[in-house]
């Protein structure tokens, strides 16, 4: 190899691999799907590897191409956090940055937390990505993202966490139940309680905040795929459902034939947290932001 592979060459690479898809990866890239095909293929000369199996219709990559699509990423990110951290000596907590958050803190959060942000930072131009836990792990790895609001604990490899504040549970129930003004959890004994379908962050955690994994299974065989879901699911009678106190807080239940009914102490809770990778340079900025949202929320 009479010379080391460029930042370019390995951006195509990792884009390929993110996308499966010669066209796709040619798009994000900003190059034309030829030019994308050719720089991968200059990449394989220089290292004297097949990193990638062609055909009309597939991509698959060869393990040891994997192996350097893991690699890559590891320089690409290393490479963005040199530059954002030239970017924060010049401005702190300025210019863009793009934070993941969960659809089960979203609607109820954002509210309250975005203008705090906008008067906090003004200069920071923040953007938001919504989806599951797992999604947003992924793109925090890949540089995607640079911070992730989320439910905590959850496996995302080594990060830096920053626990902000517990969100309780709240059990909720048709109007005409006559469960009492505050149960414990043994009073979910026998009910048919409804989770967010798998893969949902909070569906883990309700499981065991509330202490209902290896129950029988048979309760839990209605799912949603949202919380507004839900909630109209324990409205037509399907069951009862355990909410985040946040959701509740913020009106879920408005317009509804349901009523909350609280835990009584030790209130079973998730913990709300910032995530973002540890070596990104920013993490003063990132602990700044959890702060102002930690004092708003609290």
């Known amino acids: 190899m009479n010379y080391p592979p460029t930042l370019k060459q390995l951006k195509y690479l ?3 691999n993110r996308h499966m898809h010669f066209g796709k990866a040619a798009e994000e890239a900003g ?11 200059e990449l394989e000369a220089l290292l004297g590897l097949k990193l990638v199996e062609r055909t009309k219709r597939t991509v698959m990559f060869t393990p040891l191409g994997l192996e350097i ?13 040199l530059t954002q951290l030239a970017a924060r000596a010049r401005a702190p907590l300025s210019g863009p940055m793009v934070m993941g958050i969960i659809p089960t ?4 959060l954002l509210p309250d937390i975005m203008p705090a942000l906008r008067d906090s930072f003004p200069e920071l131009e923040l ?3 919504e989806g599951k836990s797992s999604d947003l792990c992924s793109k925090l790895k890949s540089g995607d993202l640079d911070l992730v609001l989320y439910a905590l604990p959850f496996a995302c490899g080594q990060l ?8 309780p549970f709240v ?25 967010l379908e ?17 129950r029988d299974r048979t309760e839990r065989a209605l799912a949603g795929t949202s919380l507004y879901t839900i909630v109209q699911m324990v409205a037509s009678g399907f069951g009862m459902s355990l909410l985040p106190a946040m959701a509740v807080d913020n009106g879920i239940l408005n317009g509804t034939n349901l009523k909350p009914v609280s835990f009584k102490a030790p209130v079973p809770s998730r913990k709300i947290g910032l995530v973002w990778r540890e070596s990104d340079p920013r993490s003063k900025d990132f602990a700044k932001i959890g702060h102002v949202i930690r004092d708003t929320v609290t």
């Open 127 to 129: 953007a938001l990505v």
């Open 171 to 195: 059990s909720v129930f048709p109007e005409n139940s006559s469960m009492p003004a505050e149960i414990t959890l043994d009073d979910l004994s026998g009910q048919s309680v409804l989770l």
């Open 31 to 41: 190059v034309s799907q030829s030019t994308l095909s050719s720089g991968i293929q």
């Open 14 to 16: 990792v884009s390929l």
């Open 160 to 167: 830096e966490e920053m626990p902000l504040f517990d969100d």
């Open 105 to 108: 803190i979203a609607p109820f």
């Open 69 to 81: 699509v893991a690699r890559s990423s590891d320089i690409l990110n290393k490479v963005t956090d």
């Open 198 to 214: 798998e893969g949902h962050c909070l569906r883990d955690h309700a499981l065991s905040a509330c202490q209902l994994t290896g």
